[in-house]
C-alpha cells in the first residue's frame, strides 16, 4: 500500500477527529476551514470531495460536493452531498457563513482583541496565524481585517492585504468565473479583492479587459 494519504484510506482515515457526528480532517486546511491534502503533481485535493470519491466511485468535475452540516472540515460520508457552485454559495450565504454569525467565533472577542488582531492584520500577518493566538477562526480575523465585524473599534477600513493566493484559491476563483460568476460574488465567496481576483484569473491565462468583472458582461 502506498505511503501517500491521498492513494490510501487507512492513512486518510487516521487523520480525522470525531466532533460530534462529524468527522473532521486534522491535516492542511483553506482559509475557509474546507481540509486539504497533497494529490499527484503537486495538486491540492479538497478531503470532502476526496471522502465522496472514496465513497461514490469519481465525482463529476464540474459539480461541488456539499455538507449538509455546514462544517467545512467534515469528512463524515453521510454529511456529504453533490450540489452546484450556487447551492454551496446559497448554502453558505443563508446560513450567515460568509457574513457573520457564531461560527465566526467573534463573540470570544472583546473590543481590545479585536483592534489587536485588526492591528496584526494590517502588519501582514497571516490570518491562520493571528486566528491562532487567539483561538478564532480564519473567517473571523478575515472579517476583522475587512471591516465587515467589529467596525466600531476599528474605524471599518478594509485593509489593503498583500497575503498571497494559495492555489486552492486560485482554483476556486477561476472555476467560479468560468461558470459565470461575477467578480462582486466571487469576491463575497473568496473574501478577495477584485484586484486579487483579476490577478488570480491572469495566473491562469485569463485576461480581462479593464472593468470587465464578468465572463459575459459587455464593457
Ligand atoms: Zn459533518
Not at 487507512?10 to 486539504?36: I, P, S
Not at 455538507?67 to 453521510?78: I, S, V
Not at 476599528?154 to 497575503?163: A, V, Y
Request: with cysteine; proline share 5%.
Amino acid at each position: 500500500m502506498s505511503d501517500r494519504i491521498v492513494d490510501n484510506p487507512d492513512l486518510f482515515w487516521a487523520k480525522m477527529r470525531r466532533n460530534g457526528e462529524c468527522l473532521e480532517w486534522q491535516g492542511d486546511h483553506t482559509m475557509r476551514g474546507y481540509g486539504v491534502l497533497r494529490g499527484p503533481n503537486r495538486t491540492r485535493i479538497y478531503t470532502h470531495r476526496h471522502t465522496y470519491a472514496l465513497h461514490h466511485g469519481s465525482v463529476p468535475s464540474t459539480a461541488v460536493v456539499r455538507h449538509t452540516c455546514d462544517n467545512p472540515p467534515c469528512c463524515n460520508p453521510a454529511h456529504l452531498i453533490e450540489g452546484t457552485q450556487r447551492e454551496n454559495i446559497h448554502d453558505a450565504v443563508h446560513r450567515g457563513r460568509l457574513a457573520r454569525g457564531e461560527r465566526s467565533g467573534t463573540r470570544v472577542l472583546t473590543d481590545d482583541k479585536a483592534r489587536e488582531i485588526y492591528a496584526r492584520a494590517a502588519r501582514g500577518e497571516s490570518y491562520r496565524s493571528i486566528a491562532a493566538d487567539h483561538g478564532v477562526s480564519d473567517v473571523a480575523v478575515l472579517q476583522i481585517a475587512h471591516g465587515r465585524a467589529w467596525g466600531h473599534v476599528t474605524g471599518g477600513t478594509p485593509l489593503q492585504t498583500t497575503r498571497r493566493l494559495t492555489e486552492t484559491e486560485q482554483a476556486d476563483i477561476v472555476s467560479m468565473f468560468k461558470q459565470g460568476f461575477t467578480f462582486k460574488q466571487i469576491r463575497a465567496h473568496t473574501g478577495r479583492s477584485y484586484v486579487s481576483i483579476r490577478h488570480a484569473l491572469k495566473l491562469h491565462g485569463i485576461v480581462l479587459p479593464p472593468g470587465r468583472r464578468s465572463p459575459t458582461q459587455k464593457v
